[in-house]
T-cell receptor
């Protein structure tokens, strides 16, 4: 099956710094999503990308759908303590039976005050 | 609007025992998903329902896992018998059914299962 590899696996940054993380795949996806998961909670959608090359922002978050459709990146500007959590990319392949979501391995973000 | 509800939040059992998890999706959401999330990994889809029919159960270990959504609303996921490697968080998610396809899945808080 498809594998989505995220990097870095974890990062420890200072408050106010910008953060970049990316996601790569061996397969092509129709849609890329970025989720954040806090401890003890389910993932929450941050940004959705629907076509190759698309660049989308949501507040301090910016994400891009790679032109090859096999990668995506997420940037967080001016990080704050509440940005702490695990960030997952997810790719969707449209199938006859519905939208199949494949999650990446996750990037754990820790913010130092 | 109430979110996806799951219970119990935590469950500890011994291997070879049985366990069941319950999910109540967001009202009106036709599609329901069960995911397994092993510590340190992303969620992995186990089964997808649309109303009360199964759309995809290709990654469900059918020798021990079963799921149902009899009335197209609530769903239960059962493991019988449990193995040590079943220790994970079991997430339920739901989406409405739209003509163009909706990509946002709303997740519940999950049930953390520990198998001893």
């Amino acid at each position: 099956g498809q594998q989505l590899n995220q990097s870095p696996q974890s990062m420890f940054i200072q408050e106010g710094e910008d953060v970049s993380m990316n996601c790569t795949s061996s397969s092509i996806f129709n849609t890329w999503l970025w989720y954040k998961q806090d401890p003890g909670e389910g993932p929450v959608l941050l940004i959705a990308l629907y076509k190759a090359g698309e660049l989308t922002s949501n507040g301090r978050l910016t994400a891009q759908f790679g032109i090859t459709r096999k990668d995506s990146f997420l940037n967080i500007s001016a990080s704050i303590p509440s940005d702490v959590g695990i960030y997952f990319c997810a790719g969707i392949i449209l199938t006859g039976g519905g939208n199949k979501l494949t999650f990446g391995t996750g990037t754990q973000l820790k913010v130092e005050l | 609007e109430a979110g996806v509800a799951q219970s119990p939040r935590y469950k500890i059992i011994e291997k070879r025992q049985s366990v069941a998890f319950w999910c109540n999706p967001i009202s009106g959401h036709a599609t329901l998903y069960w995911y397994q999330q092993i510590l340190g990994q992303g969620p992995k889809l186990l089964i997808q329902f649309q109303n009360n029919g199964v759309v995809d159960d290709s990654q469900l270990p059918k020798d021990r896992f079963s799921a149902e959504r009899l009335k197209g609303v609530d769903s239960t996921l059962k493991i019988q018998p449990a193995k040590l490697e079943d220790s994970a968080v079991y997430l339920c998610a739901s989406t409405p059914l739209t003509a163009g396809g909706l990509y946002e899945q709303f997740f519940g808080p999950g049930t953390r299962l520990t198998v001893l």
